[in-house]
């Protein structure tokens, strides 16, 4: 899959190796979900099973970064039809209560960041358990052992965790007390490395499971559970969401979700969207995800020569980031859930269309959103936006948070107050740059507002199947505890807009358009590579990086995963409060000062996050040629990991 390297060599050692074996391969977030989903592989459980334990477990150890409550989305091969990509669609609808007239009643002009009016259908559990009866061979109980005994029993604790806890604390006092009794055991922030538990959920765990014991077959013993699941949580979904509690706007209020929206929502499957580049088919979710914004990035880049895709120099930067920003202005204007909307994705995706993309590419960055025209077609009207530097809100507060202390969950961005674009207050300095004031992953800010993230995991065993997915949402810090449940509810309805005009409208039954967006890759009709990333708007770009130094740079994939990494920020934000910096890049500092120099003088407005601040990727592979399997995980935080033989 790689070969001699075409792009600018890496600049330094390895973190860690590029794993080679034969048997299967794990790569995620955290090290407790891919060695649980490694110990599936090893005790004869294939790729689906694996992913499913995996994920779970997930939900347990990450809990600042996805949760039962959340949502997902997944692509995948089997290995008895390899040359054909089916996405596993674990993203709820939108409440049939969940009106535009009934936000702007009150007093909203967009859906919040946090509580239960951000929550869309739970559709995670769901998602996962659909995998597991259809693809996957191990009995539910089994697959679910790992997450019961890390819930009942207790993990560590990671810092992250508990400096998301000590930075919503005063929420959960003043606010959420259902969360403060659940994170604030005694009343204190819990230190990091302390074992913490979850009994309600490992009892909830335990129920759904119980709920099969009666069935013939395994499969109709998942559904059973599946049935469980949705009439517990619905029930106590709806008896607690009724109750107004604070919002990130600063306001109370009751949540839509009911027990009948709940129980009337089931998983999916549909076909992948796909292009060609240079030779390799890239699988992606439908226009209800933004991964056909990567598939646009890579049809417009594909009419350039190798050495303007190199993202390690000035113009490959460059022409990346611009390639980038047209890809998002479409998603932002025509993107949406093609059950309820006529997205015309097969002309944006198609040769003419990205030519033309491709014609608007200069030496100099653009501050303009530039969403195309299709044919026939009046274009969509771009929300108001928000211009994130501009603001003359004290550092670190949110519009429409009081102190910022009232705002949780808000936003999906690895990097706080700077992924889109300068920190509150603080203008670009003279030379367009600015240092990021916290560079670690998924940090709070000192202000109570937090910015959840997201969590990935891909599988590969040695019959072939290869799964990529990418859990999120259900944060603790998204919305109150609900009791009983021992989590809280997602907030990816913070997606939508509350204006009839947009593809992207707050609509009843309607799937908002997710930032989670796992990739599959294919060669000869074989998959070879599966990918992700967390990062809310940034997931895409930087599995862009990736797809580029691998499969046209000659790097390795451990390679590409440690090399510097960028994104854009000339974009409306997904996530409350929406804002954006036109012309704005984000850089990690190893990119170089003449790098930089270079696109600040080609106009872009820089931020410099650090050295090790953006992209979490994790990647496993597969050659059918030989059988030979491969695994690489992303280093910084020091959190991912990778595992096989």
């Known amino acids: 899959m790689t070969s001699a390297p075409v792009f600018s060599p890496p600049n330094a050692p390895l973190t860690r190796p590029d794993l080679k074996g034969t048997f299967g391969m794990v790569g995620s977030t955290h090290w407790i979900a891919t060695a649980s989903a490694q110990a599936v592989l090893e005790r004869g459980g294939n790729a689906f099973d694996a992913a499913v334990a995996g994920a779970f477990v997930l939900h347990v150890v990450e809990p600042h970064l996805n949760g039962p409550g959340g949502d997902m989305t997944g692509v995948f091969v089997t290995a008895q039809e390899p040359s054909s990509p089916r996405v596993l669609v674990g993203q709820g609808p939108a409440p049939a209560g969940a009106t535009i007239e009934h936000y702007r009643a009150e007093g909203l002009d967009l859906v919040p960041g946090s509580g239960a009016l951000a929550a869309a259908v739970p559709g995670s559990v769901d998602a996962w358990l659909l995998l597991l009866r259809d693809h996957g061979t191990w009995e539910l109980g089994d697959v679910l052992a790992f997450a019961i005994g890390y819930a009942r029993d207790g993990h560590p604790l990671l810092d992250r965790v508990a400096s998301t806890i000590s930075m919503v604390s005063g929420l959960f006092r003043d606010h959420w007390p259902t969360s403060a009794a659940r994170w604030l055991p005694d009343g204190e922030v819990p230190a990091p490395g302390t074992v913490v538990t979850n009994p309600e959920y490992a009892d909830l765990l335990d129920a759904v499971v119980a709920a099969g014991s009666t069935a013939d077959t395994r499969e109709e013993a998942i559904d059973l559970a599946r049935a469980e699941w949705r009439g517990r949580v619905g029930e106590a979904v709806e008896k607690f969401v009724g109750t107004p509690h604070r919002h990130a706007d600063g306001g109370d209020h009751a949540g839509v979700l009911t027990a009948a929206d709940i129980a009337g929502f089931e998983a999916s499957y549909e076909d992948a969207s796909t292009v060609t580049f240079r030779g390799y088919t890239i699988a992606k979710t439908g226009a209800w995800g933004q991964g056909p914004a990567l598939l646009a990035a890579l049809k417009i880049l594909e009419g350039f020569d190798d050495d303007a895709l190199d993202p390690s120099t000035e113009l490959g930067a460059h022409t990346i980031l611009e ?281 872009h407005v820089v931020t410099r996050a650090g050295d090790w601040a953006l992209g979490r990727l994790s990647a496993v592979t597969r050659d059918p040629a030989t059988g030979l399997l491969g695994a690489a995980a992303n280093p910084r935080g020091a959190q991912g990991y990778a595992a096989g033989r």
């Open 323 to 603: 390639a980038q920003k047209l890809a998002m202005a479409d998603r932002d204007v025509w993107y949406g859930d093609p059950a309820a909307d006529d997205v015309p994705l097969a002309y944006l995706l198609s040769e003419d269309y990205a030519a033309q993309r491709r014609a608007l590419i200069t030496g100099a960055a653009s501050h303009e959103l530039r969403p195309g025209d299709v044919p026939g077609r009046p274009t969509p009207r771009i929300p108001a936006l928000r211009t994130e530097y501009a603001t003359s809100a004290p550092a670190g507060s949110l519009p429409g948070a009081p102190g910022g202390g009232a705002a949780a969950g808000v936003g999906e961005p690895t990097v706080p107050a700077v992924d889109h674009g300068h920190p509150a207050g603080e203008a670009p300095s003279a030379t367009g740059s600015t240092r990021a004031p916290g560079t670690e992953p998924d940090s709070p800010e000192h202000t109570g507002a937090t910015r959840g993230d997201t969590c990935h995991i891909d599988v590969v065993d040695r019959w072939g199947n290869m799964v990529s997915a990418t859990p999120s949402g259900g944060w603790l810090q998204s919305s109150p505890t609900v009791p009983g449940l021992g989590f809280c509810l997602g907030t990816r309805l913070q997606m939508t807009w509350l204006d009839e005009a947009s593809p992207s409208a707050l609509t009843p039954g309607r799937r908002p358009r997710t930032t989670l967006t796992p990739t599959l890759v294919l060669r000869d009709g074989e998959p070879v590579i599966a990918l992700g990333s967390p990062g809310g708007d940034q997931q895409d770009q930087w599995q862009l990086l990736f797809l580029l130094r691998v499969l046209v740079g000659g790097y390795t994939p451990q390679q590409a995963i440690d090399a510097p990494a960028l994104h854009t920020t000339s974009f409306p934000g997904s996530f409350w409060p929406r804002t954006w910096t036109p012309g704005g890049a984000v850089v990690e500092d190893r990119l170089g000062d003449d790098v930089i120099a270079g696109l600040e003088r080609r106009g």
